[in-house]
């Protein structure tokens, strides 16, 4: 038996003889806006209903931040109690991707009727996560009335004179992760269609921050964040582009959550934990065990800057809150 298929050449359709059917095993590449939007579970309308579910089931309160934990920091909020740990694969409506270091969880730290919802193991690109999914706490938190993201991370430090264990205080990033949550219908539906993004890390946030970390006993500095996307570490001869183009540390994440909470009027504070020198700044092959270590090293001194920073940023008075 003979097949008939008709097929484009150019602009021309040919037709041809086949002796079995022709199977074409690659659809044509989606454009980068088609490939961000077409394969999402979550929509506008499907967060909203997730914001109106966890409040029912939960009842937060007023809900004052989300904070994030970067690799290996376990984030503690001394003063609040953690009342529920609630698995993300209960609340959010894709599947889950594990990463050692990252379990996924949302803590509910109270206090009275005040809730700070804490995110241990955050979603990242690399893992497969689509932009919408990464930054899905974000926009839980911000529809729950979240004034706050106080996101952390471990970075690589770009510059040899930031030693491993201290903190940045990021003032701005760069974006190379190649996406954007923004993209498709968010922009419109949960803010404006194009946000600026020239004061987007809170400047009296970040001189709370800078005081808070060194009495805290951190070695503090101050700079821009480069989002790649990874999962490889960066090669010696990108770490030097990153540093020329003017970073300070390198990392796999945060960018998207600072862009969707910006996008909904969250006030942003981000802080980098340099856990290792950048490739090539040193002459070893760095490890994801080493980006962890160092995360569970800085974990007491982390408690105490948290402490610090949410006591004088949520307590009556306190600064940093007031839109
Ligand atoms: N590069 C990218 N991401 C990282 C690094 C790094 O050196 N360290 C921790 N996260």
Known sequence: M???ERIAVGKKIVQIHCLRELVYPFAPPPSPVESQTMKESLTPASIRELARDF???YQPGRVRALMVA?????LEVPGWHPTETISMADIMPFPMHHLEGHDHSLTLWRRDDETLLVMNGRFHLYQGYSPAEVVAPVRLAALLGAEVLLATNAAG???SSIPPGSLVVVNDH???LGSNPLVGAWAKEMGPQFPDMSEAYDPELRRLALRCATDAGFEVFEGIYVAVLGPSFETPAEVRMLAGMGGTVVGM???PEVLAA????LKILVLSLASNPAAGLVDRPLTHQEVLESGREAADTMKRLLGSLVERIFCPGGSGTEK
């Open 2 to 4: 003979q097949f008939v």
């Open 70 to 74: 970067g690799s290996g920091l376990k």
């Open 174 to 176: 760069i974006n190379l």
């Open 262 to 265: 910006h996008h909904m009027g």
């Open 157 to 159: 430090a770009l510059d």
């Open 253 to 255: 994440s945060t960018v």
């Open 55 to 57: 409040e029912r089931q």
